[in-house]
């Protein structure tokens, strides 16, 4: 639950194309994303069932991540939670990115504004990340709504800064001011110069947020805040599976959690890969 | 694949420090009251407040024995309790305890806006040092179960810090008390009950998990485990099953469907459930004893009434079950036949189905519904098992079938479940029974002017030969099953003859912890 | 340098004179969204022992029937007083259990902060000094890994091996069972301490592996470095003298403000091992619905990020006094 990972020196240019870089992490990210959310639909009906024949099984053919303490097959368990997971985390992160945009760019609205959006950031960065979450998903009375609406309120800082000083810099630009002494509306101005230079940013700024959405929405659900315990989650999972830990079934933890790892690790590379394509990542920080 | 857990064992035991000088208990069941020790605001709801004693207590067979009181008697209009006291009990400060410390904290705790009810207290006094009485504002016979759970405080030294630091003429006194760790008590020099066999009694808290974790390096010698973990006793360790109330069955909406509507919004009443017959038939087809091996594992026993064996349950009330043919004759006789050949019946076009809600996450509901369901189709009636979250079913059980659980030592759960005035309010009566018959039984058993003589009017409420709420007369719920609780006892530690057990698992084990005895060298 | 820190305070005391009033106005209105019921959430398992008419006794008892307007204003006066209101779940004073549970969890993150500082700042120096070649690459993939995994994760993996695998560690709380604190020993407790540490240091240790990886890189790669190295001085001892000057101070300025993040971990990592310290009071008070400790518990972890920035601050000054002339 840590903090974004501040970027790496890119390493000479002859030895790795940051852009085709960019290009591999974004398939394999995407591609485990992919898999997740196609194969968890297809699990047989009753493979989340409760069988009271297999309880508490370790890996073996039939159950090849073994079964917990009332059947369950890990296996199966852990692609719904993930697909679960992955669900809520693109939604969460979907609205944080929004919340974002709209704030970095009503923030170049005068200076007002901009103090508003600065005041509003200097309160969400103000409690630790996760004591924040809890808050705001507490007022929301827990569930899925609370986990999206609290992650959507907790991410946007960065994102939202990179904007306000991306549309800043575009719109003293000096073709921006050319564009304007023509003629061209706002409007035209926004869709031809605005657009082109900021979807970008945006599509890298998602990305940047997402695995952080999946790992924060997997602690709230820990803890009791988050997804509600009859859905399967990641977060859920973990937590029941505590007790069958002490017992020494390590194989009910161990899945979940590497399952989450590998996708957060995905996009965390993904999302590092683009942000080095996108510029020098002092300037935007 | 890590190493066996035996070498686990070993290896941790060899790490840990040799107590073996004085005799002590470690408990790990859980039940850390946050807000501290204080009867006032409610500490002791299960008859043990440990630091404190009460003026009277259940004994094994849930009989009202005196505790501090040597003698009690309730005035002919029920409303006033009038209670002698023993004269040799002593707080643990050396202090004696009078009627005066009785009527402070009745009094203290009817004004806290705490945990404990006592709403239909108008006043306590101090006859002289040794007799107190309470002034009800209405006849209220489940007050019993007040005289029986409030533990009483020393006015004189009473004041805000006492939850943390307190003081009472119970069996233990507190030596410490590390907040969401552990509870470390002695007993009490000055106790009015006998001796204790152990020289410090040692509750940890944290999690249920911490606890098994300790079981297995022989560092607790009692521990709360989950039905699921019960069976797995580690070694030195016996498995301990105590019977409860801790009941689970299916509530019934009792009224038909009439576009009435909570104030939530949310609607009330099923034309199916309504119809009496449909609710006996699944009183009489019901396998308990397959529900009990089926989603208890055996550890369980059938449940037929809210309170079976206590003393206000009324067995004469309960239909055995396990008699499908009976169900059908039933349901054929009502006008349910399955006309249209698909295995469910109809009447006048409706179908005998339902869903039954049970909250997803908890695995002993959803297989008692599962399993309730397969029972039912056999005999044409189709019960839809539906798991959904608590806030779901706090929208649809005014509506709909619902694996609910109750179970307490206290016989106004009757009351509040069955009597028309708690129609609809929170999750006692969902169903919103209402019937004069049945309310005149339960106002008439609060009314009693004696507890024992309360009995029969509890009992009549449920079946009193032409009417009741249990099964034989309108069968407001099909209860199923009643719970264990489930601990892991060191094969050293005799914990003696247990109650059957309230809705609560851990604390009331302790009930008796006085008596307990360590049968190993 | 006498006169930045003066200089300093004064700006960030003001910053803090309008974020908290704003930040308890603005976390009084969060909490007073919230739709759960704090008295059924107080009554919990009791339903059947406390009669609607006691319901109401207790939600008048926390004031609750009053409008959420003189609610603010009464919690406000307090909080002017530097009262924080009453605890429900604790039944007590917010002030008071806040006090009792802060010295376990700062033990956690004291000790946390410190591991991950110290391991976080020589495995960046190890990764810099070694750039491209394997001890880089697996340095840098085990921070990368480690910040993609969920801290409770890793604290569950821990027990599992340490504690029920090989036995040589407790799976739990915060001293052994049936002692008391007069009893327990140093060797004790630190015993206790071990895993829950661990998994807070591995939380915080990513950001800070990279980023001194990449000042020393920037280092090495500077006219100073080249001149030293041209002088026969070994990537190695270059990283660890003069490059380890030069990377501390922006990596404690950088772990000090992330340390904020350090408390966010300890919620889970205490959740985990049963840890009686205020990562624990946070859950029960949520879960429990205890407007007031939660209020309490947000204005505490706030002054602590903002201590932790202002260190930083100070920190970044001192290693840097360029910056000093900017406030």
């Known amino acids: 639950m840590s903090g974004a990972v501040d970027p790496t020196l890119p390493l000479p240019a002859r030895r790795r194309n940051p852009r085709r870089r960019a290009t591999r992490h974004g398939v394999v990210a995407l591609a485990l994303l992919g898999a997740v959310l196609l194969a968890a639909p297809l699990l047989p009906e009753g493979a989340l069932s409760i069988d009271r024949a297999a309880r508490a099984l370790p890996p073996d053919p039939a159950h090849p991540i073994g079964t917990d303490m009332l059947g369950r097959d890990i296996a199966a368990r852990t692609l719904a939670a993930l697909a679960k997971s992955v669900q809520v985390g693109l939604l969460a992160a979907g609205a944080s990115t929004l919340v974002a945009v709209v704030l970095g760019l009503a923030a170049t609205f005068g200076r007002a504004a901009d103090h508003v959006v600065g005041v509003l950031t200097e309160l969400a960065l103000g409690l630790p990340h996760f004591v924040l979450l809890i808050m705001i998903a507490f007022a929301m009375g827990g569930g899925t709504t609370g986990v999206v609406v609290a992650v959507a309120l907790t991410h946007w800082p960065r994102l ?43 599509i890298a700024g998602f990305i940047v947020i997402f695995p952080h959405a999946i790992l924060h929405e997997a602690g709230l659900s820990f803890i009791g805040l988050g997804i509600e315990p009859h859905l399967p989650s990641i977060g859920v999972m973990m937590s029941e599976s505590l007790r069958e830990i002490m017992a020494g079934h390590w194989w009910v933890a161990a899945a979940p959690g590497l399952g989450l790892m590998l996708i957060a690790l995905a996009f965390e590379r993904f999302g590092e890969a683009l942000r080095q394509l996108s510029g020098p990542p002092g300037a935007t920080t | 694949m890590l190493r066996p857990l035996s070498t686990a064992v070993v290896a941790l035991s060899l790490l840990l420090p040799a107590q073996s000088e004085a005799r002590s208990l470690v408990l790990a069941i859980g039940g850390e009251p946050d807000g501290g020790f204080d009867p006032v605001m409610g500490w002791g709801h299960y008859g043990n407040p440990l630091f404190q004693s009460t003026l ?37 400060d050396g202090t004696p305890l009078t009627a ?22 108008s006043e306590a006094r101090a006859l002289d040092n040794a007799t107190v009485e309470l002034q009800l504002s209405e006849p209220r016979i489940t007050f019993v179960s007040r005289l029986a759970t409030l533990g009483i405080v020393p006015a004189a030294s009473y004041d805000e810090g006492y939850a943390r630091q307190p003081v009472g003429s119970g069996p233990f006194q507190m ?75 299916l509530a019934f909406p009792m009224r038909p469907r009439a576009g009435e509507t909570t104030e939530a919004g949310t609607p009330i009443g099923n034309d199916v459930t309504a119809d009496r017959a449909i609710r006996v038939a699944i ?8 529900l009990v091996a089926l989603a208890l594992n055996g550890h369980g026993r059938p449940a037929f009434g809210p309170a079976d064996g206590l003393p206000w349950d009324n067995p004469e009330a309960a239909i055995p079950g396990n008699d499908p043919a009976a169900a059908m004759a039933t349901l054929e006789a009502a006008g349910w036949t399955d006309s249209d050949g698909d295995g469910i019946r109809e009447k006048e076009g409706l179908k005998a189905a339902f869903q039954v809600l049970y909250p997803a996450s908890d695995s002993t509901r959803q297989a008692l519904a599962l399993g309730a369901s397969e029972q039912l189709r056999e005999i044409g009636i189709d019960a839809q098992p539906t798991g959904s979250s608590w806030d779901e079913i706090g929208a649809l059980m005014h509506s709909q079938v619902v694996v609910l659980g109750w179970g307490a030592h206290d016989p106004s759960e009757i009351y509040y479940l069955h009597h028309g005035d708690y129609a609809g309010v929170d999750y006692y009566n969902t169903g919103h029974y209402a019937k004069p018959a049945v309310d005149a039984h339960l106002d008439a058993a609060e009314a009693a002017t004696g507890f024992d003589e309360s009995l029969a ?42 109650q059957i057990h309230p809705h609560g698992h851990g604390f009331p084990i302790t009930h008796d912890l006085p008596s307990w005895r360590w049968t190993c060298e | 340098m006498s006169a930045w820190l003066p200089a300093l305070l004064a700006g960030r005391m003001i910053r803090l004179g309008w974020l908290l009033p704003l930040a308890a106005a603005g976390l009084f209105a969060l909490i007073s969204l919230a739709p759960i019921d704090p008295v059924q959430a107080y009554v919990g398992g009791r339903t059947s022992q406390i009669g609607p008419e006691q319901r109401d006794a207790i939600a008048a008892a926390w004031g609750l029937d009053r409008p959420a307007a003189e609610r603010f204003a009464s919690w406000l006066g307090q909080l002017a007083r530097g009262d924080l209101g009453q605890s429900i779940t604790f039944n007590a004073p917010v002030m008071q259990v806040i006090a009792a549970r802060l010295p376990a969890s700062m033990a956690l993150v004291g000790l946390a902060f410190a591991l991950s500082f110290v391991l976080g700042t020589l495995l960046g120096l190890a990764a810099g000094a070694t750039r491209g070649r394997w001890p880089d690459r697996v340095i840098r993939t ?25 036995g040589w560690l407790p ?70 003298g003069p490059g380890l000057r030069h990377a501390a101070g922006v990596a404690l300025t950088l772990h000090l403000a992330s340390a904020g993040e350090l408390f966010g971990g300890s919620v889970l990592a205490e959740t985990v091992f049963a840890w009686p310290g205020l990562g624990q009071a946070t859950v029960r008070a949520a879960t429990g619905a205890d407007a007031p400790l939660l209020m309490g518990i947000g204005l505490a972890t706030l002054l602590f990020v903002f201590a932790g920035n202002l260190l930083a601050d100070i920190a970044a000054r001192l290693a840097d006094p360029r910056l000093r002339r900017v406030a």
Not at chain 2, 101 to 115: K, N, Q, R, W
Not at chain 3, 146 to 166: D, E, K, N, Q, Y
């Open chain 1, 160 to 202: 939202s800064r990179i904007m306000r000083h991306e549309a800043q810099g575009i719109a003293t630009s000096d073709y921006v001011a050319i564009s304007r002494a023509l003629g061209r509306s706002r409007l035209w101005v926004a869709r031809h110069h605005l657009a082109p230079h900021l979807v970008p940013q945006i």
């Open chain 2, 56 to 92: 009277l207590r259940y004994d094994a067979e849930l009989n009202l024995v005196g505790d501090l009181a040597t003698d009690w008697s309730l005035s002919d209009d029920g409303l006033v309790w009038r209670l002698s006291l023993r004269e040799d009990a002593m707080f643990s």
């Open chain 2, 100 to 121: 005066e410390d009785v009527a402070f904290t009745y009094t203290a705790a009817s004004e806290a806006g705490g945990l404990a009810d006592l709403t239909v207290l």
């Open chain 2, 175 to 249: 030596v410490e008390w590390r907040e969401g760790e552990q509870l470390v008590v002695e007993p009490n020099p000055h106790w009015h009950g006998g001796e204790i066999a152990f020289e410090r009694v040692s509750f940890v808290f944290g999690s249920e998990e911490a606890g098994q974790a300790l079981a297995r390096t022989g560092a607790a010698d009692l521990v709360g485990v989950p039905p699921s973990m019960a069976d797995a006793a580690p070694p030195g360790m016996k498995v301990l099953h105590v019977e409860t109330v801790d009941n689970r069955g």
């Open chain 2, 283 to 290: 009183n009489q087809a019901l396998d308990r004893g397959a």
């Open chain 2, 457 to 498: 009017e509890w009992q009549a409420a449920a079946w009193d030969g032409e009417t009741g709420f249990g099964p034989k007369g309108d069968a407001t719920w099909a209860w199923m099953v009643n719970l264990e609780h489930a601990y892991w006892v060191s094969s050293c530690l005799d914990v003696g003859p247990l």
């Open chain 3, 142 to 166: 085990i921070a990368v890994v480690l910040a993609a995994s969920p801290g409770f994760w890793v604290a569950i993996l821990l027990v599992a091996v340490f504690a029920v695998g090989l």
């Open chain 3, 171 to 240: 799976a739990c709380c915060a001293t052994p069972p049936g002692q008391l604190a007069s009893e327990v020993t140093p060797a004790d407790s630190l015993r206790h301490m071990v895993l829950p540490v661990a998994t807070l240091s591995v939380v915080g240790i990513a950001p800070l592996v990279l980023h001194t990886r990449q000042s020393l890189i920037a280092f090495l790669d500077s006219p100073a470095a080249r001149h030293l190295s041209a002088h026969g001085a070994s990537p190695l001892r270059l990283a660890f």
